[in-house]
């Protein structure tokens, strides 16, 4: 069912990587750098751009063709090597995407309340933050381990409004994973799916049942102006 979207918004909550950051090539750098150490070929940044949004473990299945099993203990031992590499070199290649700086100025200057929710962990995403000088207000990042429950449960979006004293039915939130969009609706919030992200070519944002897709991060001041 479709949400109106609030007008005026107290509040935008954004996804990281995929939504807010450009990141795949430093995750991609990271898992190059563990495929190398292991005697594999490396996976095209390309080939391996659409699996980001699911997170490190599943980029190691991919590529490694393992069977996700979090008990598994090789897969748990490549997970922990990963995150070293990707720790020691996170922002080398990544950038907020383009017009998303625009997107944040209008909402500072609107007074328009903003935060992110990631399943990231809270430590990467603050590190990768503090590389890139972005900082949100009321320092609102809530990571995958911020809470006992991480999307698509809607505990962590309802955090971030708690951080900032708004209401959820006055919050949008943004992101490019089919759970960003389930834990967005489960928290009564509205929903806007970020076309230019890291899903899945076999399931596309216009699937997601989102209130609104865009193509590119400008077009949410279009939305917020309503």
């Known amino acids: 069912m479709s949400h109106s979207l609030p007008h005026p918004a107290q509040a935008v909550l954004f996804d990281l990587d995929g939504t807010l950051v450009d990141s795949y090539g430093d995750l991609c750098n990271a898992l190059n750098r563990l495929e190398a150490e292991c005697g594999n070929d490396p996976t095209p940044h390309d080939v391996m751009r659409p699996y980001v949004s699911l997170g490190a473990m599943k980029m190691i299945c991919i590529a490694f063709d393992v069977e996700f099993n979090k008990d598994n203990p090789r ?88 951080i900032l004293g708004a209401d ?33 070519p076999d399931n596309p944002p216009d699937f997601w049942e989102a209130d609104r897709i865009i193509d590119n991060p400008v077009e949410l001041i279009e939305i917020l102006l309503g």
């Open 75 to 162: 897969l748990q031992s490549l997970w922990k090597q990963l995150l070293r590499f990707y720790k020691e070199d996170i922002a080398s290649l990544s950038t907020l995407f383009p017009g998303m700086s625009e997107v944040l100025d209008y909402l500072r200057s609107s007074g328009i309340r903003w935060g992110i929710v990631t399943n990231k962990s809270e430590g990467l995403s603050r590190q990768l933050l503090d590389a890139l000088e972005v900082y949100p207000p009321e320092g609102c990042v809530v990571g995958g381990d911020t809470l006992p429950a991480k999307k698509p449960e809607p505990e962590p979006l309802l955090h971030a409004c708690r």
């Open 168 to 200: 959820p039915e006055k919050t949008i939130y943004v992101g490019d994973d089919p759970r960003d969009i389930m834990a967005g609706k489960s928290a009564g919030m509205a929903t806007v799916a970020a076309g230019y992200g890291y899903y899945m």
